[in-house]
């Protein structure tokens, strides 16, 4: 598909890169070009723009720092895949009710299950005595194909009888515990942090070790302050942006 961009005004205040910029960032933001999708090589945008090849890199450099593009050696530039916008940060839905609400194909992967005693972190977020039998999971799961969040949760077994046997392959978790056990949730606190995944996180994540990470650890209480859940996730940084409202 050929291409086509507005005239540059030559005589106006704004600068020309400035203004391929935004000639680019229009197409992106559009759809016109699609995630993934190489761009037109330097010399070929110059020659499309009539700019010269210092305009064309300014112009570039600016929608890389707006991550609306990547670059890849001796490949040139590609637009940057849209990012998974999620509210559940300041909301009680859960990220995968979120996902589908949007339209996206959610799969949910056991990796783990199994009964264990409370460690001290996990103790201290459930306010339960270290030693109490927690259930705990881990799992990941994928949007559109794609790794999007490896979550390792732990709950309270008095709370969640036979849990730890439960089939939840591809099931939301709130679902089960509203269904089976009755357990309303009504409020959470959380805490984001820029962490690296170790070795394994990172195979599962299909990212390097050195790929940064959003860290979101959770605890989730029921109307009557009974703490049921607390949970670590990890969320791929390039594919997520959370969406927080103030009002």
Known sequence: MTMTYPRLNRDGAEPLWMQMM?????????GELGPDQPLPSE??????FGVSRTVVREALRELVQQKLIYKVKGRGAFVSPRKTEV???????????DLRESGRRVTTQTIGQSLGEADEREAALLRIPQGE???????????????WLLVDTALPARLVPGLERAVLENQSLYDVLRRRYGIEPA???????AVFPDPEDAELLEVS??????????VAWT???TRFEAYYALHRSDQTRFYVGIR
């Open 223 to 225: 109307g009557d302050n």
């Open 133 to 147: 039998q927690v259930v705990r999971l881990r799992r990941l799961r994928r949007v559109d194909g794609r790794p």
């Open 209 to 218: 070790a050195s790929t940064p990470l959003l860290g979101i650890e959770s």
């Open 22 to 30: 935004r000639a680019l960032r229009t197409q992106i933001e559009s």
């Open 187 to 193: 409020a959470a606190d959380r805490w984001i942090e």
């Open 87 to 97: 509210r559940f940060i300041g909301s009680m839905s859960g990220s995968a009710d």
């Open 43 to 48: 010399a070929d945008l110059s020659d499309m």
